[in-house]
């Protein structure tokens, strides 16, 4: 059984927007957080959001102000929703589950995420 499964993403021009959705299954370690993780080719992967079961967000420098991220209903779900994108945003999108906020038990697949005019 897959963990977690991604939707959502998909093509967009420079200064659209896209909506990430994610739903973890029974199978996953621990929901305490959830959040989104990306890697763009020849890049390390980073953390993009974390949320918290209690609400409390963190988001990459980069993304604070353009992206929003929420714990759906009920709440194994997670939501990424991504305003004003630019080609720096294109990457794989991975959702998580975990411990702590640097702390990944569990792995989505990952979702395509491609800015370009």
């Known amino acids: 059984q897959v963990p977690l499964v991604e939707s959502g993403g998909g093509k967009v021009q420079p200064g659209g927007s896209l909506t990430l959705s994610c739903v973890a299954s029974?199978?996953?370690?621990?929901?305490?957080?959830m959040g989104w993780y990306r890697q763009a080719p020849g890049k390390r992967r980073e953390q993009v959001a974390v949320v918290h079961r209690g609400g409390s967000r963190q988001y990459l420098d980069s993304v604070e102000g353009r992206f929003t991220i929420s714990r759906g209903n009920p709440e194994n779900t997670v939501q990424l929703q991504m305003n004003n994108l630019n080609v720096e945003d294109t990457a794989v999108y991975y959702c998580t589950a975990g411990d702590g906020w640097n702390s990944v038990t569990d792995w989505g697949q990952g979702t395509q995420v491609t800015v370009s005019s």
């Open positions: 029974g199978s996953i370690v621990s929901d305490t957080f």
